[in-house]
């Protein structure tokens, strides 16, 4: 734990729900509009607030400085086989149809870690991914998994992430901060995610995200996206499929 930090459940303190929920982390808006995500929001604290992380100064106790979403999923096959290409959409489908069906699971799936900007570089994010790992374990589950959105990415957009992925520092770690601090857990990067969000949107609705022209067909860059967004202009649509890392722990 990090002196003067408070890290629990929502269970714990459910008071602080939504000001979980209200926490900016700086997504692009386009990224807002993926139609699996924002049902998660929905059920997140009402289903599964034993898995979701709230961190706030000891002495301001009703302050939240950090959230942190994981579900459990059930996996038909051992990582690195089990895990969907769809990733952080099927990681929530997972969750939910293991929910439905009263179903523990046998992996928590990290979806998300969201640190208020000015404690990002106090250790809190690491810490936050740490208690990932306590969660699981407490619930007797086998797996930690997580379907990484690695945040150097959106610098390289026309690289593949698996070329990114791959990119090591000097001591053989990943080179990218968030891969870094999943591996320097125990975690190990099993394959790429390669449809693991997908937001598609008229061309309106497109510039209305991004202030963006979207007046050719073809690939456009947008800031805060991993990859190039399709436009088609004759479809009036445009289309942005984010790939994301897989990473794997066994927990026994």
């Not at 459940?9 to 939504?18: F, K, N, Y």
């Not at 089990?82 to 439905?100: E, K, Q």
């Not at 190039?228 to 994301?244: G, Q, W």
Request: contains cysteine; aromatic residues 8%.
């Amino acid at each position: 734990m990090i002196e003067g930090i408070e890290i629990t459940t929502l269970t714990d303190r459910p008071h602080l729900a939504s000001k979980a929920e209200a926490l900016d982390g700086g997504w692009p808006e386009f990224m807002q509009h993926d139609p699996v995500g924002q049902s998660f929001y929905l059920d997140a604290a009402e289903y599964y607030t034993d898995y979701t992380l709230v961190a706030t100064p000891a002495d301001r106790p009703d302050q939240v400085i950090a959230r942190a979403y994981s579900v459990p999923i059930g996996l038909a096959e051992e990582p690195p086989a089990g895990l969907p290409d769809t990733g952080w959409d099927a990681a929530i489908v997972l969750g939910r149809v293991a929910r439905l069906a009263g179903y523990g699971g046998d992996a928590l799936c990290g979806l998300e870690v969201t640190i208020r900007p000015d404690m990002r570089s106090s250790g809190l994010g690491a810490e936050m991914l740490r208690q990932f790992r306590v969660i699981a374990r407490s619930k007797g589950l086998r797996h930690f998994v997580a379907p990484v959105r690695p945040p150097g990415k959106t610098a390289v957009p026309e690289m593949t992430l698996g070329d990114y992925a791959a990119q090591l520092t000097a001591d053989g770690l990943p080179a990218d901060p968030l891969l870094r601090a999943q591996a320097r857990l125990g975690a190990s990067i099993v394959g790429i995610a390669p449809a693991s969000m997908v937001v598609v949107g008229s061309l309106a609705q497109w510039r209305q995200w991004t202030g963006l022209p979207f007046d050719k067909d073809g690939p456009v860059i947008v800031p805060g996206a991993m990859v190039p967004v399709h436009c088609d202009l004759t479809h009036d649509s445009a289309a942005y499929v984010e790939p994301n890392v897989w990473v794997h722990q066994a927990l026994s």
